[in-house]
Nanobody, 122 residues
Framework: QVQLVESGGGLVQAGGSLRLSCAAS????????MGWYRQSPGKQRELVAA???????NYADSVKGRFTISRDNAKNTVYLQMNSLKPEDTAVYYC????????????????WGQGTQVTVSS
């Protein structure tokens, strides 16, 4: 089993920044691709960004140029640096992990975190 624990969410004004972290523990050998999803009330969960163990990244169009995903393989941790935040970025952000990148990108990863709330005020 893999446990994913997110941190770093909170309340920020529009234009501000936040950095989310997701630490993986347990059966780390099954974690290759990691990513971040978000879900706001009444909307489907959507992919924000994903990263492979080799550092290849993928971003949603809505966050390109504002968000950066990175990972520290030695610490089994993935980060999401969020800059120029907008009210529409308000959501619960979930960490995801899977042995295969395609399942992270497709929204069906083997492992999910519990989520962290990000609220951007206007």
């Amino acid at each position: 089993q893999v446990q994913l624990v997110e941190s770093g969410g909170g309340l920020v004004q529009a234009g501000g920044s936040l950095r989310l972290s997701c630490a993986a523990s347990g059966s780390i050998f099954s974690v290759n691709a990691m990513g971040w999803y978000r879900q706001s009330p009444g909307k489907q969960r959507e992919l924000v960004a994903a990263i492979t163990s080799g550092g290849i990244t993928n971003y949603a169009d809505s966050v390109k140029g504002r968000f950066t995903i990175s990972r520290d393989n030695a610490k089994n941790t993935v980060y999401l640096q969020m800059n120029s935040l907008k009210p529409e970025d308000t959501a619960v952000y979930y960490c995801a992990a899977d042995p295969q990148t395609l399942f992270v990108v497709a929204g069906t990863p083997r492992h999910w975190g519990q989520g962290t709330q990000v609220t951007v005020s206007s």
